[in-house]
C-alpha cells in the first residue's frame, strides 16, 4: 500500500465530513480524533488508548474526541502503522500559521515508513499547518472563499478551478491526486447513487489487510 496524506477543505455543511466518512467506512483499520464524535468508531480517552495500544487487534475502529488526547492516538497510529488517522476540525488543535510538533510531526515526516496514512479536514485551507500541507498526495476541496485559500489551491487545481470554489454546490468538490484532477459529486448515505458520479476511493486509498507476520517496517516501500 502506499502511503497518503489527504486534505480535506470546505465551509460547515458543504460536505467535507460526508466525503471522509465515506471514504473510511469499510477501513478496518482506523483511529480518529473527532471533537463532535460523529465517525463511527469506538471511543475512549489516552489512558484507553495507551492500554489498547500495547496490544492491538488486527482490525480495529477507535478513536477519542478530546484534542488534549490526540497525541496519544496519533503516537499510538505510529506505532501501529498500517492505518488511517483522521483528524476531523484541525483547527481545533493548530493555530493558523502554528507549525506540527511532537507526535503529529514524526506522523506527517516519518509515517511513510510505518505506512501510516493522514486525513486532515478543515474548513479552510489555510487552517492546515504548512508541514502537513507539504506532504499531501491528495487534496480535495469543496466550497471555498477566502482569497488566500482560492490561490493556494491554484497551485493543485488550477485557476479556473479554483476560481469556481465558492459556487460549488453542497456536497460538489474538486480532487486533486498526485497530479491529477477531477470533479465529481459526493454520494449521499442512503441514498443509491451513479457511480460514475464520484471516484472517491481510489485503489491507493485501501488500507492493506493485517499480516500479523509481518510489521510496517519488513516491507520496503516501492518508493524508497
Request: glycine fraction near 6%.
Amino acid at each position: 500500500m502506499q502511503r497518503e496524506v489527504i486534505i480535506v477543505c470546505g465551509v460547515t455543511g458543504s460536505g467535507k465530513s460526508v466525503w471522509s466518512k465515506h471514504l473510511t467506512a469499510k477501513m478496518n483499520r482506523l483511529m480518529v480524533y473527532d471533537t463532535l464524535s460523529e465517525f463511527p468508531v469506538t471511543y475512549m480517552d489516552a489512558e484507553g488508548v495507551a492500554a489498547w495500544a500495547e496490544k492491538p487487534p488486527a482490525e480495529f475502529r477507535i478513536g477519542v474526541y478530546n484534542p488534549y488526547d490526540t497525541d496519544v492516538l496519533t503516537a499510538a497510529a505510529y506505532v501501529v502503522g498500517n492505518c488511517m488517522l483522521v483528524l476531523e476540525e484541525i483547527s481545533t488543535l493548530y493555530k493558523i500559521g502554528a507549525r506540527i510538533d511532537g507526535p503529529l510531526q514524526e506522523a506527517v515526516l516519518l509515517g511513510r515508513h510505518r505506512r501510516l496514512s493522514i486525513l486532515a479536514i478543515a474548513q479552510r485551507a489555510s487552517y492546515v499547518p504548512v508541514t502537513l500541507r507539504s506532504q499531501a498526495s491528495r487534496i480535495v476541496s469543496f466550497r471555498q472563499q477566502e482569497p488566500t485559500d482560492l490561490k493556494w489551491m491554484e497551485e493543485f487545481l488550477g485557476k479556473e478551478n479554483a476560481q469556481s470554489l465558492p459556487t460549488l454546490p453542497d456536497l460538489h468538490c474538486i480532487d486533486w491526486h498526485k497530479g491529477n484532477v477531477s470533479k465529481y459529486t459526493v454520494p449521499i448515505p442512503g441514498r443509491k447513487s451513479d457511480p460514475t458520479q464520484s471516484n472517491i476511493d481510489p485503489p491507493e486509498s485501501d488500507i492493506d489487510p493485517p499480516n500479523p507476520e509481518t510489521s510496517p517496517t519488513d516491507e520496503k516501500e516501492e518508493n524508497d
